[in-house]
């Protein structure tokens, strides 16, 4: 048994270890790389101003990521169908919390919908829903959870929801030169490792098929 988890742990990090997550990876290195020099070497501060480079690069990555994490729902049989929906409604949350729906130029109900008292109700009303089919069904989903926490998929998701919150410690720190870059560039890092997991996840359907 040891020896079957030790492969099976082993053919996980090899799925994270491709020529798809290398480029995304580079493709986030070389951002970060342009982004850093632009600020403290050009002193290019608005790069990372609200609804600049770096702000939509995240909305980017998330709206990418939210698609991938629902594509399974609708086209593979999958147990985990709920935890898909979780993650891409987590995805639209953090895009909303990204983005100021009120100055978009949309129509006004998608603006109340997406921003103030409107986006809060969406939230909760979503994750409550979601959960609630969980708890229906929650002797299944305790495993599939358990199982996503134990996995290589759990430990990077985790990863990105602790370097979120580091980022809201650098939201405060303003003695610090630069602090908002920071903790951009943490949301940034912690949204790329989500869409390594939607990437990985959402096509690996070993022991996630409807029987």
């Known amino acids: 048994m040891r020896e079957y988890k030790t492969h099976e742990m082993e053919m ?6 491709n020529k798809r997550n290398i480029m995304i990876i580079m493709i986030f290195l070389g951002l970060l790389s342009y982004i850093a020099y632009s600020v403290y070497v050009l002193n290019q501060t608005s790069i990372y101003a609200e609804n600049r480079l770096l702000e939509n690069a995240q909305v980017f990555i998330l ?10 729902v609708v086209y593979q049989k999958r147990t985990d169908k709920l935890l898909l929906l979780f993650f891409a409604f987590l995805c639209l949350s953090f895009i909303l919390r990204e983005v100021d ?6 129509p006004n109900i998608l603006k109340y919908i997406g921003s103030g008292i409107g986006r809060n109700v969406l939230v909760v009303a979503g994750f409550v829903g979601i959960l609630s089919c969980a708890i229906y069904n929650l002797t299944h989903y305790k495993t599939v959870l358990r199982n996503f926490v134990l996995s290589i998929d759990g430990v990077l998701m985790i990863t990105a929801g602790m370097l979120l919150f580091l980022g809201e410690y650098f939201e405060d720190a303003h003695s610090l030169s630069h602090n908002v870059l920071l903790e951009e560039a943490l949301e940034l ?4 490792l989500i869409l390594l997991v939607a990437l990985t996840y959402s096509k690996d359907t070993k022991n996630r098929e409807e029987m």
């Open 189 to 192: 890092l912690s949204y790329v």
């Open 63 to 72: 709206a990418l990521a939210g698609l991938i994490f629902s594509a399974p």
């Open 12 to 17: 996980m990090i090899k799925d994270y270890i």
């Open 101 to 106: 729906v009120e100055d978009l130029n949309i």
